[in-house]
């Protein structure tokens, strides 16, 4: 058996013999603290950030190359030495022969349980891992079953190798940085503690501490200690057959002390034996602490078995709870994948885009767009906190529309490049308002956008082509004025700012430019003639939107006039004739840009919010009619689609030639959900996309056709392989954010088809070869590459919610208008969803027990607690007002009941 089989409703599975799959590995991690990955050999690493690594830093490679990795050994008297995670010289020999030993992978979130058989040996293993919650230590419990018909004498030795320094010392002066270890054996463990760090960052003291602890599921201490590297696996030996588990070697005593050398979390326990079925407890803790006198109060409460077991359950709860998202299709299997996809935006929030063996770049950050898209899931799963969020990350705004790329540890934090260096994607403005606005559905706090917010502000100026020659670094990095004094300007403002910016910065043929790329990172190298279409639909789009929460926000609060920065009343200008002309854009942004190049005056003007509205409304709708007449393309046989990009030569991107197609996804994704697609086009372009970019065996729809050329006019991207990474790849991200649009415009078959075909891909494990969730991309092959980490998650949770089972906010108003397919129900015509709402808990249930098609079968009936009505819909749907809400027992969980017939 070689899939994935869950044993609950919470995403806990199991697997068969997961090490003969290549690259699977598991997140084990706290909210703060150590970030670990986990391989079914507990291969992977361990770390704090990027300077602090209690395992070898490793890279997806790594994984099989690797044999240092945490182990634990039997030396079974009169038979041999067996490892209890298949990690020994022998075993791996075994295996794919009839001699390998069964192993049975059990995992949830945030921890792994390994039992593993040996028929040979006559031993069974359980070893479970994870990490505290606080994250200070990670926890490896191994219970030890003697199988045979009579006693066996083992000999338990466990070892975890200590790195303990950055990940740059890799290939940066590895074996110096050992000549800084101190290693230290305690009662119960080794500890190392460099007396210097090197890095990047120069030369500094160093006061980390790296340890690795035991004991016994009785809390007695180990009986000796390798803890060195040389020590361990002796002359000529190695990591999967050393010589303190081949021979009867004597180790060293606590107290210990030794210097210079690559450290080991080496340990031998006493001797034991074991009667049939009779079973033995060890414990091992490895961690990083800054304060070594700390170490043995804090390891001290994991000692025993009853404490590692308390520990264990608590994480468990832990993790599950903050998934607080249920589904309910009638297909337990897609459930489970649907929480695992549930959690994936919590651990970007945790990982950031690094410290995962395929996220092998980075120092732990998040980048501009990933704060944004992350705030999506957590409007879902933990609304209380986005709210402070959404404000602190506003400033991180520059004056010129663009913002700021290096993100700090802190919330709010944002850090100036210092080599300097210009980095501008021009979609970074899109994302803010996408997440505000979902922001107000579900609250109705249109006060947020009155808030109060600073500017970012660094050496970089005129949206990436200038320096700021007047900055330093005692100037700081908050905008200030002319007087000194730092500047705040409203949310709304930098709304404004971020969007009416981008619709000026345009190229020669009219579109956005791309500068250094867009959402696609490898649409990188087009920076003087590049043009992003599909990202001038997107503004496009945002402009509309904006002009109606401008009208929203004066209905609700009677509030007719906003305050500005007076440099801003330029960026307001009108008329077809500027609109129409690239070259009196770019001189109106210069001369915006110029204003504010280095402080602002302060000055404060009031504009009503009608004006404002009506000149978003009419930048929205020239730009959409200028794509429609400008940028389709006709393929003939109801086929066409947008033009997405100009490259660096100044050449549209796509076309549809007699014996040659171009075509990418991101252009229509963004022309279909902007409504710059009419009804008619959005048809051709869902057979264009069925035809050219949709691949079943690579799951699904490719970002983009073949172009046979590497097109580095463009990007880096034409580089890679086809049908890798963003080179024409299944990118889960932009497929869901297809799905999503097809969605929004009422194409709910084609939207299913698209999430449906996503899903079955990661699904099918023979084939994907993943653990459940989404991955970044599929390969040619459909093996699923860089899991976890990915803005796909939050996508396909906000669809699943707010577009397939159709719940979602309206300015704090609870709608309900499910666009469910009648394969979504069970059989009894049932289907559910479990979420959060207002801070109020609810459970709601679409009742279709002929299962006909909802949008065609209007909604009877809705009701709350068998009490409460909701009001229909004007067209479809039923809504529960905020007031009614608001009412509502927050310890209770509220049952809406929705039924298509009675």
Not at 135 to 154: F, H, P, R, S, W
Not at 302 to 326: C, G, L, M, P, S
Not at 537 to 548: H, P, R, S, T, V
Request: hydrophobic content about 35%.
């Amino acid at each position: 058996m070689n899939k994935i089989e869950f044993t609950d409703k919470n995403g806990t599975f199991r697997i068969h013999n997961p090490e003969n799959y290549s690259g699977l590995y598991l997140p084990l991690a706290g909210e703060t603290g150590l970030k670990s990955s986990i391989t079914p050999n507990l291969g992977g690493d361990s770390k704090t950030d990027q300077n602090h690594f209690l395992l070898e830093p490793v890279s997806i490679e790594n994984l099989h190359n690797n044999r240092n990795t945490r182990n634990f050994w039997c030396r079974i008297e009169n038979k041999g030495s067996w490892s209890v995670c298949g990690s020994s010289a022998k075993q791996e020999a075994a295996k794919f022969t009839k001699d390998q030993d069964e192993s049975i992978l059990e995992a949830g979130f945030m921890w792994q349980k390994l039992t593993r058989i040996s028929r040979e040996y006559e031993m069974k293993a359980e070893t479970t891992s994870f990490v505290t919650i606080d994250g200070t230590m990670e926890v490896m419990m191994t219970e030890l079953t003697n199988t045979a018909d009579q006693e066996q004498k083992i000999t338990p030795v466990a070892v975890i190798p200590l790195y303990g320094r950055s990940a740059d010392n890799i290939r940066d002066h590895r074996h110096v940085t050992s000549l800084l270890h101190r290693i230290e054996t305690k009662t119960y463990g080794v500890e190392v503690c460099p007396v210097l760090s090197f890095d990047e960052r120069g030369h500094q003291k160093n006061q980390t501490v790296y340890f690795v602890y035991g004991s016994t599921g009785e809390g007695e201490a180990p009986e000796k200690f390798y803890p060195t590297t040389e020590m361990f696996i002796g002359e000529g030996g190695s990591y999967l057959n050393p010589e303190a588990v081949r021979m009867d070697k004597d180790g060293v005593l606590a107290g210990t002390k030794l210097q210079g050398k690559e450290a080991a979390g080496g340990m031998r326990f006493a001797p034991v034996t074991l009667k049939p079925q009779e079973t033995v407890t060890y414990l091992v803790l490895a961690g990083v602490s800054g304060e070594k006198q700390n170490i043995e109060k804090m390891t001290s409460a994991y000692r025993t078995k009853k404490q590692i077991e308390k520990a264990f359950e608590a994480v468990k709860k832990h993790w599950t709870d903050k998934v607080n998202v249920d589904f309910s299709t009638g297909d337990t299997n897609i459930d489970n994948y649907l929480k695992w996809i549930c959690f994936q935006p919590v651990l970007r929030r945790i990982y950031g885009c690094s410290f995962l063996p395929y996220h092998d770049y980075g120092k732990g950050g998040r980048g501009w767009r990933d704060l944004w898209q992350d705030c999506l899931a957590l409007l879902i799963m933990e609304p209380s906190v986005v709210r402070q969020m959404i404000v602190d990350n506003y400033g991180g705004v520059r004056m010129d529309g663009t913002n700021a790329t290096i993100i700090g540890s802190r919330q709010g934090e944002f850090i100036a490049d210092r080599n300097n260096i210009t980095r501008v994607w021009m979609d970074h403005a899109f994302w803010p308002f996408v997440t505000t606005k979902l922001y107000l559905d579900q609250t109705g706090d249109l006060d947020v956008l009155l808030e109060k917010v600073t500017y970012f502000k660094d050496l970089q100026t005129k949206r990436g082509t200038a320096h700021d020659n007047n900055w330093d670094h005692a100037y700081g990095n908050k905008q200030r004025t002319a007087g000194g004094n730092v500047y705040f300007g409203t949310i709304l403002e930098h709304i404004l700012l971020q969007n009416l910016c981008a619709f000026y910065d345009v190229g020669e043929h009219n579109e956005m430019r791309l500068h250094g790329a867009d959402w696609n990172d490898a649409l990188d190298m087009a920076w003087e003639k590049g043009e992003s279409v599909a990202f001038t639909c997107a503004y496009a789009g945002n402009l509309k939107d904006i002009a109606d929460c401008l009208k929203h926000m004066e209905e609700k609060t009677g509030i007719s006039k906003i305050e500005m920065a007076e440099e801003m009343k330029c960026l307001l200008a009108e008329g077809t004739e500027l609109y129409e002309s690239p070259d009196r854009k770019q001189k109106l942004l210069d001369e915006y840009t110029s204003l504010c190049e280095h402080n602002v005056k302060g000055g404060m003007i009031l504009v009503s919010t009608e004006q404002i509205r009506k000149n978003l409304v009419e930048k929205a709708e020239w730009l959409m009619q200028h794509i429609r007449e400008k940028e389709w393309i006709s393929a003939g046989d109801d086929m066409g689609w947008f033009n997405g990009y100009y490259d660096n030569h100044g050449n549209a991107v796509e076309y549809s030639k007699k014996d040659e197609v171009r075509m990418m996804l991101t252009g229509q994704v963004f022309a279909v959900m902007s409504k710059t697609a009419g009804e008619e086009q959005v048809k051709e372009i869902c057979r264009s996309a069925d035809k050219f970019l949709f691949d079943q065996k690579a799951g699904g729809y490719r970002l983009n056709t073949d172009f046979k050329e590497e097109k580095f006019d463009l990007g880096r991207m034409f580089g890679f392989a086809y049908g890798e990474k963003e080179n024409g790849a299944v990118f889960s991200h932009m497929t869901v954010m297809y799905a999503n649009a097809l969605y929004q415009r009422g194409f709910i078959r084609e939207g299913h088809k698209v999430l449906q075909t996503l899903l079955e891909a990661a699904m099918n494990f023979e084939n994907s070869k993943m653990y459940p969730g989404l991955p970044e991309y599929f390969d040619n092959e459909g093996r699923g590459l860089y899991a976890y980490l990915t803005g796909a998650a939050s996508w396909y949770m906000l669809t699943m919610i707010t577009e397939v089972f159709g719940v979602k906010g309206d300015l704090g108003d609870l709608v309900i208008a499910p666009s469910l397919l009648p394969e979504q129900f069970d059989e009894k015509g049932s289907a559910g969803l479990k979420l959060e709402f207002a801070r109020k808990k609810f459970e709601i249930i679409m009742h279709n027990p002929e299962k006909k098609d909802l949008r065609i079968e209007q909604i009877r009936r809705a009701v709350c607690d068998e009490k409460v009505v909701l009001e229909p819909e004007p067209e479809y749907g039923v809504r529960l007002r905020k007031s009614v809400i608001e009412t509502l027992d927050p310890k209770k969980c509220h049952r809406i009941d929705v039924f298509f017939q009675e």
